[in-house]
């Protein structure tokens, strides 16, 4: 079974809408692990799956207060661990809430907590490829239905 796939992105609203196709798809109790440099695609990924469960208000990192909440019921989970050193910092925040049943949670700089995520999850690595071009890689760890990738690849189809 193929597990991965990947694809590239040339402008912000092609990756918001990779974001989107794959929020639809999440089930709920979900986690995905976000991966790449600062400014690679994270954020406005993320913004794209909020627009599925909450309508209106910006998304941005919540580089100050950790954790943001899109929705209500399901919600989404927005946590950015760029400013926290490791997985004891993490631990400290009650993390284990934001893997509830009740919506989905994205990590960005999931590589700081990689011992507290969980092993059914689905890890996105975003690159810079030149100017707004985003290689963007997903790798399925048994959280996605089968025959996800087609579906992404519906999403920047015009």
Not at 7 to 16: G, K, N, V
Not at 105 to 120: T, Y
Request: net charge negative; proline share 5%.
């Amino acid at each position: 079974m193929n597990n991965e796939w990947m694809i590239e992105t040339h402008a912000q609203e092609e990756t918001e809408a990779l974001g989107k196709a794959l929020a639809q798809i999440l089930p709920l109790g979900g986690v995905v692990a976000l991966r790449g440099d600062l400014a690679a695609g994270k954020t406005c990924f993320v913004r794209g799956m909020a627009s599925v469960y909450a309508t209106g208000g910006a998304v941005h990192s919540p580089t100050f207060t950790l954790v943001n909440q899109y929705g209500e019921s399901p919600r989404l989970y927005h946590v950015d661990l760029y400013r926290l050193s490791g997985p004891d910092e993490i631990a400290d925040l009650g993390y284990e809430e934001l893997f509830e049943p009740d919506g989905v949670c994205a990590v960005e700089w999931a590589e700081r907590a990689d011992v507290l995520l969980p092993n059914k999850r689905l890890d996105v690595y975003f690159e810079h490829a030149g100017m707004d071009v985003r290689r963007i890689r997903f790798v399925d760890n048994g959280l996605l239905p089968p025959g996800w990738q087609a579906g992404m690849g519906q999403a920047l189809v015009k």
